[in-house]
């Protein structure tokens, strides 16, 4: 599997990114790769950690990284207080456009061409 477009820490062998951990070496085919809602599941992580050939300096290094940067679900969070509520905005009224041609008593092969721009 391709790394994620999203790269937020990356190691000799190890990537944080908008997916999970993921392996740098693309031969793998992302068999070694965690994804972000198992980073918190402890024997996961040891059955990566335990693989032949890791790194565990670089593992241990995106291990931290990703977890710092992917919190535990709220679900997850047994002592977490209930978010309060968001009032939604109120939309603003649309603006119409003005679009004048003053193309009068012109020939239109003088007009200088023009294109809408949004």
Do not use: C, Y
Request: charged share 25%; proline share 10%.
């Amino acid at each position: 599997m391709a790394l994620h477009r999203d790269i937020f820490w990356i190691g000799r062998q190890w990537a944080v990114t908008g997916s999970g951990i993921q392996a740098v070496d693309q031969r793998l085919r992302g068999v070694l790769d965690i994804e972000i809602a198992r980073l918190w599941d402890d024997a996961h992580v040891q059955s990566r950690r335990a693989k032949p050939g890791v790194n565990l300096e670089d593992f241990d290094k995106a291990l931290a990284t990703a977890r710092a940067r992917f919190p535990r679900e709220p679900a997850q969070l047994a002592d977490a207080p209930p978010a309060p509520a968001a009032r939604p905005l109120p939309t603003p009224a649309p603006v119409p456009l003005a679009f004048v041609l003053r193309a009068e008593g012109k020939l239109a092969r003088f007009l200088p061409q023009w294109r809408v721009r949004r």
